[in-house]
């Protein structure tokens, strides 16, 4: 069955540091994939997504992710972490076949001062 | 400017008494979808509308209904929630379906519910 993994569930990083939140996917077919963002009780907001085209994808807030389909990855970055980053990501696809958005377990950002 | 609206953004209700959330947009999209998010957990789908066409999850159980009397609006029933339905319930919409997979889905802020 098709899976979106997200490595580590807690990820903290220093203001100003690189963030680097990693997803693959497994699936033989190369999804459509998103990364979406989640701030305390609030609902999920796209940052960016790849459907076909270039590999790199530019999102808001200065995020961006490449899709590698050599290491079936789609890993989210940016260059210097705000401390308004600090939020719940989901990264998700959905899977020709798959008839739904699939999720990872989510991976929680702590920026540090 | 809010797309996606729910409410109430908090519920409590008793263990058994039905409760009813409810969702509404202003995208005039064809698909609205209502998923289940427990604590430190990621989203889980439990059904979602194509226009009036009905899709359930396998796995969502019969206490949970939904209905969606026009475009705009989509409701979630629980008929009888258990202590085990304590999670925030997350109303989305795209504009099309499965077979335009690379569609977004935009979400609403959620509505949190507690079972006492």
């Known amino acids: 069955a098709q899976s979106v993994t997200q490595l580590g569930s807690h990820v903290s990083v220093s203001e100003g540091a690189l963030v680097l939140l990693r997803c693959n996917y497994s699936?033989?077919?190369?999804?459509?994939l998103f990364w979406y963002v989640q701030y305390p009780n609030q609902g999920l907001q796209l940052l960016l997504k790849?459907?076909?085209?270039?590999?790199l994808v530019k999102g808001i807030n200065g995020f961006e992710a490449e899709f590698k389909k050599s290491e079936t990855s789609f890993h989210l970055t940016k260059p210097s972490a705000h401390m308004s980053d600090a939020a719940e990501y989901f990264c998700?696809?959905?899977?020709?076949?798959?008839?739904?958005?699939?999720f990872g377990q989510g991976t929680r950002l702590t920026i540090n001062p | 400017d809010a797309m996606v609206i729910q409410n109430p953004r908090y519920q409590v209700t008793q263990f058994g008494k039905p409760v009813t959330l409810s969702c509404s947009q202003t995208?005039?999209?064809?698909?609205m979808y209502w998923y289940q998010q427990k604590s430190s957990q990621a989203p889980k789908l439990l059904f979602h509308?194509?226009?009036?066409?009905?899709?359930n999850e396998a796995d969502t159980p019969d206490n949970f209904q939904s209905r969606r009397p026009n475009t705009s609006f989509c409701f979630l029933d629980i008929r009888s929630p258990g202590l085990g339905d304590t999670a925030m319930y997350l109303c989305?919409?795209?504009?099309?379906?499965?077979?335009?997979?690379?569609?977004?889905?935009?979400f609403g802020p959620g509505t949190r519910l507690l079972v006492l």
């Open positions: 989305a919409t795209s504009r099309d379906g499965w077979e335009s997979l690379g569609e977004t889905q935009y």
């Open positions: 699936s033989s077919v190369p999804p459509y």
């Open positions: 509308y194509y226009d009036k066409d009905f899709n």
């Open positions: 790849y459907t076909t085209g270039a590999t």
């Open positions: 998700a696809a959905t899977i020709q076949g798959a008839q739904k958005l699939v």
């Open positions: 995208l005039n999209h064809n698909v």
